[in-house]
């Protein structure tokens, strides 16, 4: 079991930058593959980005590739998500998930692929 806390959120103007964490609780935080997931008003759950248990692999929706950055500090029990250039449409509650399962290429974005999910954070860009 893992209980996951996200902070970090808040208003921002287009162009400016947040930088979410999400701290997690026990000692087997290394063993667990992170993912940042989101959802505006009126849509799905979209996958944002993840990060494997090392920190070496990371993936990353193509609407954020170039803009966040993803991270982890396991001595820490905590994942980053830095957010850089951000646009109106970023705008969304943010979720932090982890999964003791393997990532890989063709599941790494499925909800379902996680097992932990955090309560979110409302992170809002203004234009």
């Known amino acids: 079991q893992v209980q996951l806390i996200e902070s970090g959120g808040g208003l921002v103007q287009a162009g400016g930058s947040l930088r979410l964490s999400c701290a997690a609780s026990?000692?087997?935080?290394?063993?667990?593959?992170m993912g940042w997931f989101r959802q505006a008003p009126g849509k799905e759950r979209e996958f944002v980005a993840a990060?494997?248990?090392?920190?070496?692999?990371?993936y990353y929706a193509g609407s954020v590739k170039g803009r966040f950055t993803i991270s982890r500090d396991n001595a820490k029990n905590t994942v980053y998500l830095q957010m850089n250039s951000l646009k109106p449409e970023d705008t969304a509650v943010y979720y932090c998930?982890?999964?003791?399962?393997?990532?890989?290429?063709?599941?790494?974005?499925?909800?379902?692929?996680?097992?932990?999910w955090g309560q979110g954070t409302q992170v809002t860009v203004s234009s």
């Open positions: 998930a982890a999964t003791q399962q393997r990532i890989r290429s063709g599941n790494y974005y499925l909800p379902t692929r996680y097992d932990y």
């Open positions: 026990g000692r087997t935080f290394s063993s667990y593959a």
């Open positions: 990060i494997n248990w090392s920190g070496l692999t990371t």
